[in-house]
């Protein structure tokens, strides 16, 4: 299994304003990936970063709205930009160790824009 | 059609009970399968994974994989009021390509 801290557990944020969310793993891993989950809804797969190469972005999810950043192995971050109270929601890291046995998550940044 | 469909529930079953939790997916080439468990205000824990067909068992928990009728079911025996949460069932072509989750069921057990 797989440690994974994400901050900041929560936030407020103005409409209009950006938030980083910072995702660290216990263990060196290729894959990282960021969810979105909003409120009563399941997890929609917003972009896979790997290291050293641009994320890849799905389909409704663009680099200028949700920039990654993703410097090592360790480590990711995901920007929510110009964000709108659409935006709110919980955004979760998650990452998959490549052994097909599942992925496993942080606890989640749960976002709330006013 | 979604590629992975589960009711949404609320399932409310008193304590003691087998749950009985299901998603049926359309996708064949599916190969890997996940239940996670989601309790309020916390990320999914993974709960159980199989790879194609089968059983696998994990203590109270039994997961069975039907790729013939593209159906996999969790089964909770014993079930207590800690396993009140949402159950989401995923899966995935390969260890590396996207995992796709089924909307959850919210389950609740009543004491």
């Known amino acids: 299994s797989a440690v994974i801290s994400q901050k900041p557990s929560r936030d407020i944020c103005q409409r209009g304003t950006s938030l980083t969310i910072q995702c660290q793993v216990d263990s060196q891993v290729t894959m990282m990936f960021w969810y979105r989950q909003q409120p009563g809804q399941s997890l929609t797969l917003i972009a896979t970063?790997?290291?050293?190469?641009?994320?890849?972005?799905e389909s409704g999810f663009v680099i200028d709205k949700f920039p990654i950043s993703r410097p090592n192995l360790t480590f990711s971050t995901l920007t929510v930009s110009n964000m709108s109270p659409e935006d709110s929601s919980i955004y979760l890291c998650?990452?998959?160790?490549?052994?097909?046995?599942?992925?496993?998550f942080g606890q989640g940044t749960r976002l709330t824009v006013v | 059609q979604k590629e992975v469909e589960q009711d949404p529930g609320p399932l409310s079953v008193p304590e003691g009970a087998i749950v009985s939790l299901n998603c049926t997916y359309s996708?064949?080439?599916?190969?890997?399968f996940m239940w996670y468990r989601q309790y309020s205000r916390k990320g999914p824990e993974l709960l159980m994974y199989t790879y194609s067909s089968g059983n696998k068992e994990d203590g109270r928990f039994t997961a069975q994989v039907d790729k013939s009728s593209k159906y996999i079911s969790l089964f909770i025996r014993d079930s207590q009021p800690s396993d009140s949460a949402t159950y989401l069932c995923?899966?995935?072509?390969?260890?590396?390509?996207?995992?796709?989750f089924g909307s959850g069921t919210r389950l609740s057990i009543r004491p």
């Open positions: 970063a790997n290291q050293g190469s641009e994320a890849t972005y």
């Open positions: 996708n064949s080439a599916f190969q890997y």
């Open positions: 998650s990452v998959e160790p490549g052994t097909g046995r599942g992925a496993f």
């Open positions: 995923a899966m995935s072509n390969s260890s590396a390509s996207k995992i796709i």
